[in-house]
């Protein structure tokens, strides 16, 4: 089987039980077919027949600390004793090793003999069976042993897996997802700690190809391996711009986009139950993200707005998206609605009362509404 661990800090009282649910029920969607079944015992979760697919998909499970494949035995030392000596064997026809180390620790157990005892037996039997060396500081390899109530898991690999919470113990929010870079990195943040992201797209049809929503849906169905659950919206906001070009000075119209953008994914939030908006804004990086920027757009959000790259650099930033995967989609061309209309004159440091006063030109709460008409939800 494979054995998994979480990290248990902070986990305490009725938000222990909230996360070990949570955990189970996502590896056990992640797994579907791979696996032949997941289990909670204490402290742990045991996935158990792993298919050859299996351990990948663990290791993309937000709250899973490591993975190990494991022979589980009833806790009785000759028995673990014999595994033992078997996973060793087996591990150094994986890769040869010279020393090791064997790791016992008990828990919930009523198992006799000490963590100690268990170790140097079986670290005997090892020794002389396999003909190796015990180094306790530095071993090539390390058999661990976890006793847990009447089972022993013996396993000599682990892997980490990406740490986090489980998507949904923070609850639902409502993700600006565009088809470029950080966004996609920005979502991928929030679900590892706990967030259960919707997103949300706005797109520039008619006035722009397709080219972005098909991104997008290849960006989420990327975000699936990780987690993402949700139907996605997806937006046309061409006409709405279209109308901003008209009504508005030309160095304020992208920040009254993200305006617009803001106003329906709290419409979005609100019909949906998020509790918050996220953004894949990053101080500085362009015109728009300026810190008088961010707050001349940010105040029209009455749910937190939660923006997990503002401090991160945009290198940073391409290196996670090529972890995550989602960056060779990113960096395709597309038709962005945003430089739809695209002034050569952005203003780096407007004001709330600016934009409030340009948005009287426009009936904003009729473009939410016909955005919000207009709008497409996509189901995985
Ligand atoms: P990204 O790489 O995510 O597109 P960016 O660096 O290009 O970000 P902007 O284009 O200024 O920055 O967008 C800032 C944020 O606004 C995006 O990260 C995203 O959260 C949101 N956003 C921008 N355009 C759209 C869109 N078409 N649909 C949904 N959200 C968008
Ligand atoms: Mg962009």
């Known amino acids: 089987m494979l054995l998994i661990h979480y990290h248990e800090i902070g986990l305490k009282g009725r938000n222990r039980s909230t996360f070990e649910r949570a955990l189970k029920r996502n590896l056990a969607g992640a797994l579907g077919e791979a696996a032949g079944g997941v289990r909670l015992v204490p402290g742990r979760v045991e996935v158990r027949s792993p298919g050859p697919e299996a351990l990948d998909r663990v290791l993309r499970v937000f709250g899973v ?59 005997e039997a090892i020794r002389i069976g396999l003909d190796k060396r015990v180094d306790l500081s530095k071993p090539q390899t390390t058999v661990r042993v976890e006793i847990v109530e009447n089972r022993a898991y013996v396993s000599a690999q682990k892997f980490d897996g990406p740490g986090g919470l489980p998507v949904g113990t923070a609850g639902p929010v409502v993700s600006l997802l565009s088809a470029g870079i950080d966004s996609p990195v920005a979502t991928w943040r929030l679900m590892r700690r706990g967030a259960d992201p919707i997103a949300v797209h706005f797109h520039g049809q008619p006035f722009t190809d397709r080219s972005s929503e098909q991104k ?106 090529e972890r995550i995967g989602t960056f060779e989609i990113s960096a395709e061309a597309h038709q962005d609605c945003c430089t739809l209309f695209e002034p050569r004159d952005p203003a780096t440091r407007a004001s709330a009362a600016e934009l409030d006063t340009a948005e009287d030109a426009y009936d904003v709460g009729g473009m939410v509404k016909a955005c919000l008409e207009a709008a497409q939800v996509r189901s995985l």
């Open 216 to 321: 997008v849906a290849r960006i989420v169905a990327r975000l699936q391996a990780f987690g993402y659950r949700r139907p996605w919206w997806s937006i046309p906001m061409g006409e709405q711009q279209r109308e901003i070009t008209l009504a508005a000075s030309s160095s304020l119209r992208v920040l009254l986009y993200r305006r617009l953008m803001l106003r329906v994914a709290e419409a979005v939030a609100e019909r949906e139950g998020a509790l918050a908006v996220v953004t894949g804004e990053s101080l500085g990086q362009v015109a728009s993200q300026t810190l008088e920027n961010l707050g001349a757009v940010g105040v029209v959000a009455t749910r937190p707005l939660l923006r997990p790259l503002v401090g991160t650099d945009k290198a940073e930033i391409i290196a996670e998206a």
């Open 65 to 123: 600390a490591n993975a190990a494949p494991a022979w589980v035995v009833p806790a009785d030392l000759d028995m673990i004793v014999a595994a033992g000596v078997e996973v060793a064997r087996r591990a150094d026809a994986d890769s040869t090793f010279a020393t090791f180390a064997v790791r016992a620790r008990k828990a919930r157990t009523d198992f006799g003999p000490s963590s100690q005892r268990v170790n140097e037996v079986l670290g």
